[in-house]
């Protein structure tokens, strides 16, 4: 029988994102007030790390509860998604891309 602590993360959601710090910004804005107690977390992968259009120092001030992966260069989409789905401790992986914004709707189940 698999029970999940106090502090186990239920739901981790997963963004890939490449030079788009201004969507980035309002997609992570959107998410945190339609989680649950706290009881997710956010995995952001940053494509375009190590350029001048990268997104890790901002989401390091902005959203600091956000987990940064930072590949060496863009590695795509698809592998963007699988180093993601690598990270997470939760019990269900979302994926949401960066133009996606999650609307605060209340519900009892994910």
Request: glycine share 12%; proline share 4%.
């Given at each position: 029988m698999f029970v999940i602590g106090k502090d186990a993360h239920l739901l981790s959601v997963v963004i890939v994102a490449y030079k788009s710090r201004n969507e980035i910004g309002r997609c992570l804005s959107s998410i945190p007030a339609t989680l649950d107690g706290g009881r997710s977390e956010i995995i952001l992968v940053d494509n375009s790390a190590g350029t001048s259009e990268g997104?890790?120092?901002?989401?390091?001030?902005?959203?600091?509860?956000?987990?940064l992966i930072e590949p060496e260069g863009n590695v795509g989409f698809g592998r963007g998604n699988n180093l993601g789905f690598r990270a997470p401790v939760g019990n269900v992986c979302s994926f949401l891309t960066q133009t996606r914004f999650v609307i605060n709707r209340r519900s009892s189940t994910v």
């Amino acid at each position: 029988m698999f029970v999940i602590g106090k502090d186990a993360h239920l739901l981790s959601v997963v963004i890939v994102a490449y030079k788009s710090r201004n969507e980035i910004g309002r997609c992570l804005s959107s998410i945190p007030a339609t989680l649950d107690g706290g009881r997710s977390e956010i995995i952001l992968v940053d494509n375009s790390a190590g350029t001048s259009e990268g997104v890790g120092d901002f989401v390091g001030a902005q959203f600091p509860h956000v987990r940064l992966i930072e590949p060496e260069g863009n590695v795509g989409f698809g592998r963007g998604n699988n180093l993601g789905f690598r990270a997470p401790v939760g019990n269900v992986c979302s994926f949401l891309t960066q133009t996606r914004f999650v609307i605060n709707r209340r519900s009892s189940t994910v």
